[in-house]
């Protein structure tokens, strides 16, 4: 089971040290972080911890984390509280501000000089002030100059040129070129300020109580009327699919995807799905299917404020379309996917359910048979046996093939082998007619029944085939 926990800065400034604390009741076992959009997701025993450095204001961020539960009823679950500790801007101290004050601080200043390698006497010079305390310090006046004429200055600053320093900060002057064959030596004159300055936080805490979880879950099935389809030729197989909601919780979303349509398996048009809530055939808008990338798509949305209501619990939904299969090639095959979408009021985490879809094969099936007639004598003169064959020497079943034999003039018959004939007069009088309802690839059906000649007869007359 997938869980989400969202934050959203409602503060015109950042919160920091944010930390979200959530407890893991004991139905839930084995808690998984699975993303965080922003920090870091922990697990510490039975609870879940998520850290966040600072969060800017007007985002959103996201932690989803998963557990498992074993679930043999539709009971409602608790999924235990949230803590939620952070820091903030104060937004009541902004009118505030220092009337008076009086400072003392620590700070550090030198000149850095280096004798250029390729000029001995030459040096580079500079002069750098560091701020090693925790204020900020205003530098506003630094002179460096000559300990023998103080008009001769290397450094001579204008305040609005030098920025604040925070905490740790360093200030470098300007290089310049001294010449001396004797260790540099200057006068300074630094001053510098503190400023002031004040800050003031919020410590922040959010308890966000027990949610009770209903339990939401769907379940179903599919199934084609047919899976195998002749090549070559257009038809229909019908799909069935069915949707149970078995959770506890009513569901007001419900979307169907089918997907890999082909040109020769295409989908449905909006008009040929039939919908059944419950039992009951129900209307279906149009604007509920679409087909686009393909991607076969029913949706049901808002179903609150619909006519049929919320998809509640125990609840059946079943859609019945075909699909259309356009002459198919040989050893074509349609291997569809189908997912079942869910979603309750107000929004949580999506269901999926994929249901097992069966393949549907063109199979390239042509009939191929031969029947046969022998005429064999047999005992006294002007007794014959006859025998007919049929064989199904193709590669596709043979289904309902008729068998029949004319008796000839001035002949009796009976004593039947492989089943008794229906007698007609479709081919003048006398018809023996056999129906064979199914012969699968490479069987062999034998039928054989005895005449006897009567009066003027022509042994001839039975060769006949019909």
């Not at 969202?6 to 084995?30: G, H, Q």
């Not at 801007?89 to 501000?97: D, I, P, R, T, V």
């Not at 191929?368 to 064999?376: D, L």
Request: proline share 6%; net charge negative; with cysteine.
């Amino acid at each position: 089971m997938t869980f989400a926990v969202a934050m959203y800065n409602l503060y015109d400034k950042p919160i920091s040290n944010v930390k979200v604390v959530k407890t893991i009741p004991d139905d839930f076992s084995d808690p998984v972080i699975r993303e965080t959009t922003e920090g870091r997701g922990e697990v510490e025993d039975n609870k879940i911890v998520w850290t966040i450095d600072k969060l800017i204001p007007e985002e959103t961020v996201l932690m989803k984390f998963t557990c498992s539960i074993m679930v043999t009823d539709i009971t409602k679950r608790r999924t235990g509280p949230i803590e939620v500790t952070y820091k903030a801007n104060s937004s009541f101290a902004g009118g505030l501000a220092i009337d008076k004050y009086d400072a003392y601080t620590r700070n550090k200043f030198y000149v850095d000089t280096v004798e250029r390698d390729e000029e001995p006497g030459v040096w580079d010079c500079k002069l750098v002030f560091e701020n090693p305390s925790e204020f900020i310090l205003q530098l506003f006046n630094a002179d460096v100059y000559s300990p023998e004429d103080e008009s001769e200055k290397f450094v001579d600053i204008d305040p609005k040129d030098v920025s604040l320093l925070p905490a740790g900060a360093q200030w470098h002057s300007n290089k310049w070129r001294y010449e001396s064959e004797e260790l540099p030596a200057f006068r300074k004159k630094l001053e510098f300020r503190v400023m002031p300055d004040f800050q003031t936080n919020v410590n922040g805490t959010i308890s966000i109580s027990d949610v009770i979880l209903e339990i939401a879950s769907i379940t179903g099935g599919m199934s084609y009327d047919l899976t195998q389809v002749p090549t070559y030729k257009e038809q229909d197989v019908i799909a069935k699919l069915k949707i149970i909601n078995n959770g506890s919780a009513p569901l007001n979303e419900i979307a169907i995807n089918q997907q890999y349509f082909t040109s020769e398996f295409n989908p449905p048009n909006a008009s040929e799905v039939t919908m059944i809530w419950d039992g009951d055939e129900v209307d279906l808008p149009s604007n509920s299917v679409k087909f686009d990338s393909n991607v076969f798509r029913i949706s049901l949305k808002n179903l609150r404020n619909s006519d049929t209501g919320l998809f509640m619990p125990e609840s059946i939904l079943e859609f019945e379309y075909p699909i259309h299969c356009v002459n198919p090639v040989k050893e074509a095959t349609f291997e569809s996917e189908i997912t079942y979408l869910a979603n309750t009021f107000p929004l949580s985490q999506e269901l999926e359910f994929r249901p097992e879809v069966p393949i549907i094969e063109a199979l390239h099936l042509r009939r191929k048979f031969r029947i046969g007639k022998e005429v064999i004598p047999i005992g006294a003169l002007g007794k014959y046996q006859i025998i007919l064959t049929l064989e199904n020497i193709g590669t596709a079943p043979l289904q309902n093939v008729v068998l029949m034999d004319k008796v000839p003039d001035n002949f009796e018959y009976g004593s039947y082998s492989g089943g008794k004939p229906q007698i007609t007069d479709e081919v003048g009088e006398d018809t023996l007619k056999w129906t064979i309802d199914l012969l699968n690839a490479d069987d062999k059906v034998e039928i054989s029944y005895e005449i006897s000649g009567t009066g003027e007869y022509s042994p001839s007359d039975a060769q006949l085939g019909l």
